[in-house]
């Protein structure tokens, strides 16, 4: 009996250790995920379409690489709306492209403050750095007074991808409303079953009496002011999945060997595309082309002015085609535009149809390269139109002030008076003008042989001559009469 006692007690007791066991293996398979393979993409800086073309990379990258778990590392006060909007769709279908099977997680490293908070809401998780902030995610937009409040249509259409976004992802809706909604009061209520919702006035209000009776509430935002959330707060409003002291701490609430994960890098090219496709320096590429353009068509045949012209115009054309804003029809509407211009200069007298309209295709191809969209379909579109054509033609007369400031002190600085001739005909030098003979001709007529803008050839008294007008254009064939001798120049005017 007592070795049958000993033997049932002994079983027990590996029965016992056994469950332990299992129990603390469930414990740390709980605490400890699997080794998941997780790749870290950064989002930092101004948001705009430059940014999203580098993302969209690196996250077909990553998904196609076998990442389940993708980290997006958030440092930004925001940017362009729309650019967010772009990625935010992109980070968001990720789950429906890659089945299920990777989940998209926002670290916000330092800030996610406007478009950044709206990226960080298309993710399934959000963890955040201690010390760091989210929210603020009112639309606004580039106005003829700096940056405006977006229209109320543009709101709605806001409003709707952050519930989108929060109801996709099991985000609180109502909280992250509040983050793009400044008229949304929120509330945190506390039912007694124990219930936790975060509930608008008016939701609040329409709750039946019995089932406010016992409910805790407490303010989260007042009306008026848009929801921004510390990390603390946005973990005890169920926002945020937890607050970590490092990228580290935040990649061990995903996988169970952090130090593999896959850093997602921008390369240089995206970098130069984002710098020159930035507003400041396409428009000191658009002055320093232009510049250059003038000159080309001031001294034809120099060379060098060409050669800066279509290096500038190129890498202008170039980096909004990388990021999506500019394509062929663009690039092929300037060099038409650059033709007809060159054509009404050098071959067609005057300045008319021809002229315009080809100043009129740069201007339009200028427009169309700083924007997704050629007709604007939402008011604020209209609003980014207004902004480009401004750009434009600020840059356009910046431009022309800079090239006449060139043609005024060109003489006097040392690397560019090579271009001007400053040599003059002197008597000492051997040069003998005719003037006595020639102020002769003064009162006699004749006809401009080639176009006079202003100097040119035109027939005086059956001789052929050297001319120049009084300052207007005569056209070949047009009879002129001779007004003033000095020196060597001959000035004419037409007659009549």
Same mark, same amino acid.
């Given at each position: 009996m007592k070795a049958?006692?000993? #033997?049932?007690?002994?079983?027990?007791?590996?029965?016992?250790?056994? #469950?332990?066991?299992?129990?603390?293996?469930?414990?740390?398979?709980?605490?400890?995920?699997?080794?998941?393979?997780?790749?870290?993409?950064? =989002?930092?800086?101004?948001? +705009?379409?430059?940014?999203?073309?580098?993302?969209?990379?690196?996250?077909?990258?990553?998904?196609?690489?076998?990442?389940? &778990?993708?980290?997006?590392?958030?440092?930004?006060?925001?940017?362009?709306?729309?650019?967010? $909007?772009? =990625?935010? +769709?992109?980070?968001?279908?990720?789950? *429906?492209? #890659?089945?299920? @099977? $990777?989940?998209?997680? #926002?670290?916000?490293?330092?800030?996610? /403050?406007?478009?950044?908070?709206? /990226?960080?809401?298309?993710?399934?998780?959000?963890?955040?750095? @201690?010390?760091?902030?989210?929210?603020?995610?009112?639309?606004?937009?580039?106005? *003829?007074?700096?940056?405006?409040?977006?229209?109320?249509?543009?709101?709605?259409? %806001?409003?709707?991808?952050?519930?989108?976004?929060?109801?996709?992802?099991?985000?609180?809706?109502?909280?992250?409303?509040?983050? &793009?909604?400044?008229?949304?009061?929120?509330?945190? %209520?506390?039912?007694?079953?124990? @219930? %936790?919702?975060?509930?608008?006035?008016?939701?609040?209000?329409?709750?039946?009496?019995?089932? @406010?009776?016992?409910? +805790?509430?407490?303010?989260?935002?007042?009306?008026?002011?848009?929801?921004? *959330?510390?990390?603390?707060?946005?973990?005890?409003?169920?926002?945020? /999945?937890?607050?970590?002291?490092?990228?580290?701490?935040?990649?061990?609430?995903?996988?169970?060997?952090?130090?593999?994960? =896959?850093?997602?890098?921008?390369?240089?090219?995206?970098?130069?595309?984002?710098?020159?496709?930035?507003?400041?320096?396409? %428009?000191?590429?658009?002055? $320093?082309?232009?510049?250059?353009?003038?000159?080309?068509f001031k001294i034809p045949g120099l060379g060098a002015p060409e050669v800066v012209a279509i290096l500038c115009f190129g890498l202008l054309f170039f980096s909004k085609f990388m990021i999506g804003m500019a394509g062929m029809t663009e690039v092929l509407l300037f060099a038409g535009g650059v033709m007809l211009v060159a054509i009404e200069i050098f071959l067609i007298p005057g300045f008319g149809v021809v002229g315009v309209l080809g100043l009129l295709c740069i201007v339009i191809s200028l427009i169309l390269a700083f924007q997704n969209f050629t007709i604007p379909q939402y008011p604020f579109q209209v609003m980014i139109l207004v902004k480009n054509m401004g750009l434009v033609f600020g840059s356009l007369l910046a431009a022309t002030v800079l090239f006449m400031m060139l043609v005024r002190f060109m003489p006097k600085t040392p690397f560019l008076k090579g271009l001007v001739l400053n040599a003059q005909q002197t008597r000492a030098a051997g040069n003998v003008a005719k003037s006595a003979e020639q102020r002769g001709l003064i009162g006699k007529g004749g006809r401009a042989l080639s176009t006079l803008r202003p100097s040119g050839r035109a027939e005086i008294a059956g001789e052929p001559l050297n001319v120049m007008s009084d300052g207007e254009y005569i056209e070949a064939g047009e009879e002129v009469v001779v007004i003033d001798v000095k020196g060597n120049s001959i000035f004419v005017a037409r007659k009549g």
């Open positions: 049958a006692r000993f #033997a049932v007690a002994l079983c027990v007791l590996c029965l016992c250790g056994v #469950a332990a066991m299992a129990q603390e293996a469930a414990t740390v398979a709980k605490v400890a995920p699997p080794a998941a393979r997780v790749a870290v993409i950064t =989002i930092n800086g101004d948001v +705009d379409y430059g940014l999203f073309k580098s993302i969209e990379r690196r996250v077909h990258e990553a998904v196609d690489g076998g990442a389940d &778990v993708l980290l997006f590392e958030i440092d930004t006060y925001g940017g362009e709306v729309t650019a967010a $909007v772009q =990625i935010g +769709d992109l980070i968001d279908g990720v789950k *429906l492209s #890659a089945h299920g @099977r $990777v989940t998209t997680v #926002a670290y916000v490293h330092v800030k996610a /403050i406007s478009a950044g908070a709206l /990226i960080s809401l298309s993710c399934q998780k959000i963890v955040m750095k @201690r010390g760091t902030t989210i929210g603020d995610a009112e639309a606004i937009i580039p106005g *003829l007074h700096g940056i405006e409040v977006a229209p109320e249509k543009y709101q709605t259409m %806001v409003r709707a991808l952050a519930r989108k976004y929060a109801q996709s992802n099991g985000h609180p809706v109502t909280l992250c409303e509040a983050m &793009v909604d400044p008229d949304l009061e929120v509330w945190q %209520v506390k039912f007694p079953d124990g @219930r %936790v919702e975060y509930l608008s006035t008016q939701a609040w209000n329409d709750l039946k009496p019995e089932e @406010r009776q016992g409910a +805790d509430r407490k303010q989260v935002v007042a009306k008026g002011k848009l929801l921004t *959330l510390s990390d603390t707060e946005a973990l005890e409003y169920g926002l945020s /999945i937890g607050s970590v002291g490092s990228r580290e701490e935040a990649l061990a609430l995903f996988t169970s060997t952090p130090g593999t994960a =896959i850093r997602e890098e921008t390369d240089w090219s995206e970098g130069l595309v984002r710098l020159l496709s930035s507003g400041p320096a396409s %428009v000191i590429l658009i002055i $320093v082309g232009m510049v250059a353009l003038y000159m080309a």
